[in-house]
Nanobody, 123 residues
Framework: QVQLVESGGGLVQAGGSLRLSCAAS????????MGWFRQAPGKEREFVAA????????RYADSVKGRFTISRDNAKNTVDLQMNSLKPEDTAVYSC????????????????WGQGTQVTVSS
């Protein structure tokens, strides 16, 4: 099992930026794909971004493409999500998750989850 702890959430005005970070421990972090997901009140959890074990491939939800960037540092066991041009509809609890060897976007392919960090974007 891998333990994941997110940080960096907060309150920001529309158009602003936030950087989320996820620290991993307990498993060989560098061997697995990582992802960010979010869940807004009253809505299902949804995929945001994912990155391959090497960092060479990434995937984004259409709603965040061009605004969010996922990155990882395997030496530090961290995966970050840089969020720019934030919109009120980006308001949600953001969670990082550890996947498998193959880069996917399906929630069911991610087995270990952090507790999440709240992101609130005011209009």
């Amino acid at each position: 099992q891998v333990q994941l702890v997110e940080s960096g959430g907060g309150l920001v005005q529309a158009g602003g930026s936030l950087r989320l970070s996820c620290a991993a421990s307990g498993r060989t972090f560098s061997r697995y794909a990582m992802g960010w997901f979010r869940q807004a009140p009253g809505k299902e959890r949804e995929f945001v971004a994912a990155i391959s074990w090497s960092g060479g491939m990434t995937r984004y939800a259409d709603s965040v493409k061009g605004r969010f960037t996922i990155s990882r540092d395997n030496a530090k066991n961290t995966v970050d999500l840089q969020m720019n041009s934030l919109k009120p509809e980006d308001t949600a609890v953001y969670s990082c998750a550890a996947g498998g060897l193959v880069l996917t976007t399906a929630i069911s392919d991610f087995g270990s989850w952090g507790q999440g960090t709240q992101v609130t974007v005011s209009s």
